[in-house]
């Protein structure tokens, strides 16, 4: 993100996560979901959370999806009509 000269914020790097949920390039998201927050100095909102519930979802890895909104839940984040209707959706 630095080097497109991309102003470093959440969502900058949200918009970053869902190019590459709309892309399909799954492999690429987890890392950028662990690596760049603290490397680029970004908190992820709900809305960073909702797009790893998602592609946990696409991907059919409805685990991890469920360990996003306990990952939420601990860290002071409130999970919202979005991340509900994602997994129910995945698990319907």
């Known amino acids: 993100m630095p080097k497109l000269n991309c ?3 959440v969502s900058s ?3 970053l996560l869902s190019a590459c949920v709309n ?3 799954f492999d690429n998201i987890a ?3 662990q690596k760049l927050p ?3 100095g ?3 909102d709900v809305v960073s959370h909702n797009i790893i519930v ?3 979802c696409e991907m059919g890895y409805l685990d991890s ?3 996003v909104l306990d990952e939420m839940e601990k860290t002071g984040l409130e999970p919202d009509s979005i991340t509900f209707n994602t997994l129910l959706y995945a698990f319907y």
């Open 13 to 15: 790097f949200n918009a």
């Open 31 to 33: 890392g950028f979901f």
């Open 23 to 25: 892309s399909k390039k």
């Open 54 to 56: 998602h592609a946990f």
């Open 7 to 9: 102003e470093r914020t």
């Open 65 to 67: 999806a469920l360990s």
């Open 38 to 40: 603290a490397s680029l």
């Open 42 to 44: 970004i908190v992820p």
